[in-house]
């Protein structure tokens, strides 16, 4: 299984809404990542977690907050988003914390915040 | 400043013919050099990764080069075909900064039959 599997692939939230991104992957990777992807740009670097604990925070704004329940699983906690929040947002997983190998990319969650 | 350069940022090709895609970055240190393939609205696919030791990467239809003393890379569609349509982003991991990766903007290329 080399999968990256992502949750919901859609999501229109309002800007009072409270929402989850869910991510989950099975490969015994101990790395695991949020990306932000706005149209024709590419990928940028939110979160991410090694051996489940928080290990980098690119500034991004208290409105997202990220979650690492176990090795497996990474969510994504929106509240009082704002219109330019809308992106696709990527989970990615990879073998080794130190990012050397091979990163795995989910399908994204679209967000349009409204 | 780390910056990774693609060129051309689109290209329109025919069904059946060749394309090369060009990567510069001033990434330094170097440790790893990824193409990855997107699909439109989808998360991106690994193509090839190459370390400073290797000149030359095939993934079937996909021929990567690096050349690390310019700081060049390239991709290389043999035969397109239509599902070959998507962004292709180049993307360099330095070990410094605590293993950061720095992505390009990408290529959009799309096949016509």
């Known amino acids: 299984d080399t999968e990256v599997t992502q949750t919901p692939k859609h999501l229109v939230m309002g800007m009072t809404n409270k929402k989850s991104l869910k991510c989950e992957q099975h490969?015994?990777?101990?790395?695991m990542y949020w990306y932000k992807q706005k149209a024709k740009k590419p990928p940028e670097l939110m979160f991410v977690?090694?051996?489940?604990?928080?290990?980098i925070n690119e500034s991004v704004p208290s409105r997202f907050s990220p979650e690492c329940p176990n090795s497996s699983l990474l969510n994504l906690h929106l509240h009082a988003l704002q219109p330019e929040d809308s992106a696709l947002y990527l989970c990615?997983?990879?073998?080794?914390?130190?990012?050397?190998?091979?990163?795995?990319f989910g399908e994204g969650s679209r967000l349009t915040v409204l | 400043k780390n910056q990774v350069e693609q060129s051309p940022q689109s290209l329109i090709i025919l069904e059946g013919k060749n394309c090369t895609l060009q990567?510069?970055?001033?990434?330094?240190?170097?440790?790893?050099l990824r193409w990855y393939k997107q699909d439109t609205g989808r998360g991106p696919v690994s193509l090839t990764i190459?370390?400073?030791?290797?000149n030359t990467k095939s993934n079937g239809r996909y021929t990567a080069t690096l050349d690390a003393d310019t700081k060049q890379s390239s991709l290389h569609i043999t035969a397109s075909q239509l599902s070959d349509s998507a962004s292709y982003i180049c993307?360099?991991?330095?070990?410094?900064?605590?293993?950061?990766?720095?992505f390009g903007g990408g290529t959009r290329v799309l096949v016509k039959p």
């Open positions: 190459m370390t400073f030791s290797e």
């Open positions: 990567c510069n970055y001033t990434v330094s240190p170097f440790s790893n």
């Open positions: 993307v360099v991991l330095s070990k410094a900064a605590g293993n950061k990766l720095t």
């Open positions: 977690y090694s051996y489940e604990k928080l290990s």
């Open positions: 490969m015994g990777h101990r790395a």
């Open positions: 990615a997983s990879s073998q080794d914390p130190r990012n050397t190998g091979e990163l795995f």
